[in-house]
């Protein structure tokens, strides 16, 4: 503990070195973020976080599943067509156990990542669970129990959130489950119910199925995907389904039972028939609820969320938070973002922090979907005049010889001055292709600015400009 200010009551009481200036609690994209930017700043930084550093993003969320994913993705190409591209293979197989090895190899190998960038930037990591009994106090437990205090003129909570449980069914870790098991199940179960079509709930249907696993994928809302455009929702389920994917949109689980097999689902659908799904493990993806440590007089929202005003400071002066347990748009990149708003308006005078707005949203399931800025179905509801242009992946030659010619580029333009507004891709390398998009928006790009631009040929960005060409009614391929 050198160099931070912390007593330990009725055992010993220290302070040394420099003062703390901020404590974190929470050691994900917010947390460790931010202790990277106000170290940065040149401030002293404890980071309270009662596992190894990362969060959730690292560990347990967006990093393991992407290198499943790859494993899923890899395997799917070798044993579904391999042939077609002049490489013969021999027998093909899945090996899960090596699959689910290389994930949290992965994982840790990040991890280590911001363990290494902590000691380089002079930044404490603590490891323990923390209560705030008064603004400017931080009370920890440590792993085998012992209690201590901290202190520091500021304090910023980056707690995350967890799987939301149904409270009908609740998880068990074996056969009802979270994203955190689905990680790390000890083989691919021969059938899988997924509750929840958002990333989490596509993504697993995608790895579990590409695996041999039969997939039902339920949803409440008409559309998979639901946030995103009708359009890019509708071709994922027309993609699902072509993988042997069971779609039930708009649809309710009314109870799951535990069966000697696995578990029993009873599905309702208005206006069709009612579905009896039987699988031998459920996947429970509806979303996450805020994590909130015990703080004494903290303000929520009455959705339970940490509430914090424009400077991301709660109602407790001093005491400030960011990332997914402030709600708003919850994924790891906006996190980041809140967290080195919320650094800066600490430690820099005169600065104004700013809320997340254009915030790319990406699937990596097969084809990946990713998105940014205006909807068609937002702007039809606020009366905004638009044009679209569309173009597929199968008029682009790099998609050809690639063998990936799903999906297509859709940009939203206004109609009077053809400015960027959203763009909405499906398909092979989309994740990628979203940030040339976010450019163009940021920059209040046009139709016009698109069209002078020259893409690299033959790269898949090409559907970018042919997109964009198309909307103004003069697309070269098509
Ligand atoms: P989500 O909120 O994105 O999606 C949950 C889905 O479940 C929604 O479509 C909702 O309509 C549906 N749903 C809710 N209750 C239901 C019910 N009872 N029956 C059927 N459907 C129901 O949540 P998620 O997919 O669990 O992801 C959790 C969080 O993690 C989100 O904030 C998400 O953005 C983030 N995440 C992001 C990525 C990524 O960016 N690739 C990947 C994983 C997770």
Redesign the pocket.
């Known amino acids: 503990m050198a160099g931070s200010t912390l007593d330990n009551p009725g055992h010993e009481s220290y302070a040394c070195g420099m003062a703390t200036d901020l404590i974190i609690i929470g050691g994900g994209p917010a947390g460790y973020v931010a202790a990277i930017r106000a170290a940065q700043l040149g401030k002293k930084v404890v980071c309270v976080e009662k596992e190894r550093v990362g969060g959730t993003c690292l560990n347990w969320?967006?990093i393991p599943?992407k290198a499943l994913l790859e494993s899923a993705e890899m395997f799917r190409k070798m044993s579904q067509g391999a042939e077609a591209y002049g490489v013969k293979t021999q027998e093909v197989s899945a090996d899960w156990g090596a699959m689910v090895a290389r994930s949290r190899a992965v994982s840790d190998r990040l991890c280590n990542g911001i363990e290494f960038l902590f000691k380089k930037h002079g930044i404490e990591h603590v490891q323990g669970t923390a209560r705030i009994p008064a603004p400017g106090v931080v009370e920890l437990t440590a792993l085998d129990g012992t209690v201590s205090r901290l202190q520091a003129p500021k304090i910023l909570i980056a707690t995350g959130?967890q799987?939301?449980e149904?409270p009908a069914f609740p998880m068990d870790g074996t056969r009802i489950i979270g994203?955190k098991q689905a990680l790390t199940l000890p083989k691919v179960p021969s059938s899988m119910l997924v509750?929840?079509?958002?990333?989490?709930?596509?993504?697993f249907s995608y790895v579990y199925s590409s695996l041999g696993c039969k997939v039902t994928v339920?949803?409440?809302?008409p559309n998979l995907?639901?946030?995103e455009d009708d359009e890019v929702s509708k071709a994922m389920e027309r993609a699902f389904k072509k993988r042997g994917i069971t779609c039930l949109t708009g649809?309710?689980?009314e109870s799951v039972v535990k069966t000697d097999a696995g578990i029993k689902a009873h599905v309702t659908r208005p206006g069709k028939p009612d579905n009896d799904v039987e699988a031998e493990v459920c996947l429970v993806?509806?979303?996450?609820s805020p994590v909130v440590p015990d703080v004494q007089g903290l303000q929520l929202t009455d959705r339970g969320f940490i509430q914090v005003n424009e400077r991301y400071e709660t109602n407790l002066p001093g005491v400030y938070a960011a990332g997914?347990c402030i709600g708003g748009i919850?994924?790891?990149h906006a996190a980041s973002y809140e967290a080195t708003q919320a650094v800066e308006g600490m430690f820099l005078p005169g600065t104004t922090p700013k809320k997340p707005v254009l915030v790319p949203?990406?699937?990596?399931c097969h084809p990946q979907i990713a998105s940014i800025g205006k909807r068609e179905r937002e702007l039809k509801q606020s009366g905004v005049a638009y044009k679209v242009g569309k173009f597929p992946f199968q008029a682009i030659g790099r998609a050809v010889a690639a063998g990936e010619t799903e999906g297509f580029v859709k940009l939203i333009f206004g109609a009077e001055h053809g400015e960027l507004l959203g763009a909405h891709i499906v398909g092979e390398g989309a994740t990628e292709l979203i940030a040339t998009t976010q450019l163009g928006i940021s920059a209040e790009l046009t139709d016009e600015d698109l069209h002078a631009m020259i893409f690299a040929h033959p790269t898949l960005s090409e559907a970018i400009h042919e997109a964009t060409l198309a909307a103004d009614g003069v697309p070269i391929h098509a």
């Open positions: 969320g967006c599943t959130a799987t939301r149904i994203s509750i929840g079509s958002g990333s989490i709930g596509s993504e339920v949803e409440a809302l995907l639901p946030n649809a309710k689980v993806a509806v979303g996450v997914d919850m994924l790891a949203g990406c699937t990596y």
